[in-house]
Nanobody, 126 residues
C-alpha cells in the first residue's frame, strides 16, 4: 500500500477552477492506478475519475466529463485533478485512492482501491 496526502481544496465560486493534488509515498507509484472519489454531505462516496498505471488511460464519471481532467506525474509520485467550470453540486470532500496494477475499466467502486487519502474539502458557491 501507499500513503496518500491530498491538497488543493478550498472555496471557489461557480464557474471557477481548482486543482487538487495527491502525493503518494513509495517507489512503485508508477505501478498504481489512481482514482478520485467524492462524498457530499449525507451521501455516499461517488467515483469521479481514474487513471491507469502503465498506459495512463483515463475514465470519468459522466457528471464531470469535459470539465475535470486527471493526470499523473510518476517522477513526482503525484496525481492531479484539474477541475474547471465548477458547479455547486461539485461541493464535496474529495478523496484520492490507489491500487496496485488495477486495470482500467468503466465501473470503479470503492472496493477496487486499497489505499486512501484523508480527503480535501471543495466548496463551490453559487
Amino acid at each position: 500500500q501507499v500513503q496518500l496526502v491530498e491538497s488543493g481544496g478550498g472555496l471557489v465560486q461557480a464557474g471557477g477552477s481548482l486543482r487538487l493534488s495527491c502525493a503518494a509515498s513509495g517507489r512503485t507509484f508508477r505501478n498504481y492506478a489512481m482514482g478520485w472519489f467524492r462524498q457530499a454531505p449525507g451521501k455516499e462516496h461517488k467515483f469521479v475519475t481514474a487513471i491507469s498505471w502503465g498506459s495512463g488511460g483515463t475514465y470519468y464519471a459522466d457528471s464531470v466529463k469535459g470539465r475535470f481532467t486527471i493526470a499523473r506525474d510518476n517522477a513526482k509520485n503525484t496525481v492531479y485533478l484539474q477541475m474547471n467550470s465548477l458547479k455547486p453540486e461539485d461541493t464535496a470532500v474529495y478523496y484520492c485512492a490507489a491500487e496496485s496494477l488495477l486495470r482500467l475499466k468503466s465501473d470503479y467502486g470503492e472496493a477496487d482501491f486499497g489505499s486512501w487519502g484523508q480527503g480535501t474539502q471543495v466548496t463551490v458557491s453559487s
